[in-house]
């Protein structure tokens, strides 16, 4: 069974502070991995992919992975209460093809306070 | 580009009935998925299409769940009967845009079955 792990939170964080989400995931072959952003009631929305070891940058959004440690992290900068929701992570053992099948985390909920 | 659409966008019927869910991609895009998201979990994957080929349809009940996707376009996610265990948001995401293993997502259908 593969799994992708990641803390439910919730995970509160001051206004402009920096929110640290995290998983983890048990298939070493992965390949490609993604952050979704969940509103409560919506559909999760893509804001980032990765798949190659270190960092991806993307406006406020930084994308980590280690496929050694088998983690993958997404880091929101500047936090603001817009970025309240919850955060999946999914995982994917191809890069591409027909086979390409993503395995989702439970998600974590972010909260930004002012 | 015009999103994944999908309709209805919420149905409630009782146990033992059928309903069918609706989705239309992203246009261009080769492969559809149907997800199921139970709340508090992340979305699981029901059914992969490529064109209007299966590719992965491990995880549908096929006792009570079926999908077809015709001329490889718009798709229909049916059960019947309902178990009330099927209440979850039924998602349709696509793939196969510019960065062919990144997927989009629907807005979702919410059934509830009582």
């Known amino acids: 069974q593969k799994e992708v792990e990641q803390n439910s939170g919730p995970l509160s964080v001051p206004e402009g502070a920096i929110a640290s989400l995290n998983c983890t995931y048990s298939d070493r072959g992965s390949q490609s991995f993604f952050w979704y952003r969940q509103y409560s009631g919506k559909s999760p929305e893509l804001i980032m992919s990765?798949?190659?070891?270190g960092d991806k940058e993307d406006g406020r959004f930084t994308a980590q992975l280690n496929k050694a440690s088998q983690y993958v992290s997404l880091l929101i900068r500047d936090s603001q209460p817009s970025d309240s929701a919850t955060y999946l992570c999914a995982v994917n053992p191809h890069l591409t093809g027909t086979a390409s099948k993503l395995t989702f985390g439970t998600g974590t909920r972010l909260q930004v306070t002012l | 580009e015009a999103g994944v659409a999908q309709s209805p966008r919420y149905k409630i019927i009782e146990k033992r009935q059928s309903v069918a869910f609706w989705c239309n991609p992203i246009?261009?895009?080769?492969?559809l998925y149907w997800y199921q998201q139970i709340l508090g979990q992340g979305p699981k994957l029901l059914i992969q299409f490529q064109n209007n080929g299966v590719v992965d349809d491990s995880q549908l009940p096929k006792d009570r769940f079926s999908a077809e996707r015709l001329k490889g376009v718009d798709s229909t996610l049916k059960i019947q009967p309902a178990k009330l265990e099927d209440s979850a948001v039924y998602l349709c995401?696509?793939?196969?845009?510019?960065?062919?293993?990144?997927?989009?997502f629907g807005p979702g259908t919410r059934l509830t079955v009582t």
């Open positions: 990765i798949y190659s070891n």
């Open positions: 995401a696509t793939s196969g845009g510019a960065i062919e293993y990144e997927q989009y």
């Open positions: 246009s261009g895009h080769a492969t």
